[in-house]
């Protein structure tokens, strides 16, 4: 179970489908709000949750993953003047 620290909950592991990865052991992580992945508190929290989820044997190693890791982003949702239906 994941603890209370600030950004312990900012990531989750992509368990659904629609999002090809580029190598078949990757790992997908998202989040709900626009970040900033270079904040240092966003860095932290994604090793965080890779150490929890044993993606990552510790949270060093976390960072190391992330280092090496492409980073694809994007944003989902509505713009300013659109309705959801």
């Known amino acids: 179970m994941k603890s209370d620290r600030p950004g312990d909950f900012l990531w989750e592991e992509w368990q ?3 999002y090809d990865c580029l190598v ?3 790992v997908i992580y998202y989040t709900f ?3 900033d992945l270079e ?9 965080s ?3 929890k989820d044993g993606v990552a044997i510790s949270l060093g190693d976390g960072f190391s993953l992330i280092e090496k890791a492409l980073p694809n982003h994007g944003w989902a949702g ?3 003047d659109e309705q959801s239906m």
Not at 39 to 47: I, S
């Open 49 to 51: 949750a890779l150490q």
């Open 24 to 26: 078949d052991s990757s």
């Open 39 to 47: 904040n240092d508190l966003v860095r932290r929290a994604l090793a």
């Open 33 to 35: 709000d626009h970040i």
């Open 16 to 18: 659904g489908s629609g």
């Open 78 to 80: 509505l713009l300013k």
